[in-house]
């Protein structure tokens, strides 16, 4: 019995240093953690947007960022495929400090598809406002974001097609009293700044000796139509299989362009809520 009662001392002392640490770990300060919800079109949408650069450079570890950006998406289509419902339950998960949903959508609503399009007095800004008042009602804080420049140019100058669905914008975040990042007004001053050529290197893909030496001269091509699919791998490939198209375009950003946005985004958002400043990085 004695020996029993021995070899259970010895046990409790061997064990006691592994319950000291524990307890030591109950005891230290939580963390107050932040959340960014990126919710968008394809000049978001990682491989093709800026927001993987924001979410992988621009905050810091403080913060969960998640990139909820799909390409070829409006306003209308990314709420019927069901995306949004995933943004807004994300909005709602507890745990954190605060949580923003950044929203930037424009490029598709003036898509010629029925599935994409709206109209861009009515239903775009209708859209915009259901999307501010469905993320408040989750506690969470809505942010606008102006959409992304194109980068064509017509006689050295740059041709902004989503000037007037940015004022749409505008005007449902000074209505609503939502932040706003105007980031089609800054991204289009900064590739003005840059011109044709120069612009073209923020690309996923270099253009072609056409294309740059319209650019050079100062009016850019049209874009290209985009591949049809991306071939299958062989069946016998080992490891990750999916695949993501890649081409030169106007609209569509590489590393350099997402890391340019994404600076400006950042840069921008501190200035729309300053509670974010201390959490972002230039």
């Known amino acids: 019995m004695r020996r029993v009662a021995a070899v259970g001392a010895a046990l409790l002392l061997a064990a006691s240093p592994a319950l000291a640490q524990q307890s030591a770990r109950t005891d230290a300060p939580q963390i107050e953690p932040y959340k960014i919800i990126l919710v968008g079109d394809s000049t978001m949408a990682p491989h093709s947007g800026w927001g993987s650069a924001f979410c992988g450079n621009h905050v810091k570890s403080s913060v969960a960022c998640l990139n909820l950006g799909r390409g070829g998406r409006s306003t209308r289509s990314y709420r019927a495929e069901g995306s949004w419902d995933v943004a807004l339950a994300e909005a709602r998960a507890p745990g954190y400090r605060a949580r923003y949903v950044l929203i930037q959508f424009g490029h598709n609503d003036q898509s010629d598809k029925p599935e994409r399009w709206t109209e861009r007095t009515s239903e775009f800004p209708a859209n915009l406002r259901r999307f501010v008042m469905e993320v408040r009602a989750t506690g969470a804080v809505p942010v606008l974001l102006t959409p992304l420049t194109r980068r064509q140019f017509k006689g050295s100058k740059l041709d902004n097609t989503l000037a007037e669905w940015s004022d ?113 990085l230039p």
């Open 168 to 280: 749409e914008v505008r005007k449902v975040a000074a209505a609503s009293k939502v932040p706003l990042v105007d980031l089609n007004a800054r991204s289009a001053a900064a590739v003005e700044k840059m011109g044709a050529a120069a612009a073209t290197r923020l690309a996923q893909l270099p253009p072609a000796a056409e294309e740059l030496a319209a650019a050079e001269a100062g009016t850019t091509l049209p874009p290209r139509p985009a591949p049809d699919s991306n071939p299958e791998p062989p069946a016998a490939a080992q490891g990750p299989r999916g695949s993501v198209t890649r081409k030169f375009d106007y609209t569509h950003v590489g590393p350099v362009g997402a890391e340019m946005f994404a600076g400006l985004v950042a840069d921008d958002l501190a200035r729309a809520v300053p509670e974010l400043r201390s959490q972002l």
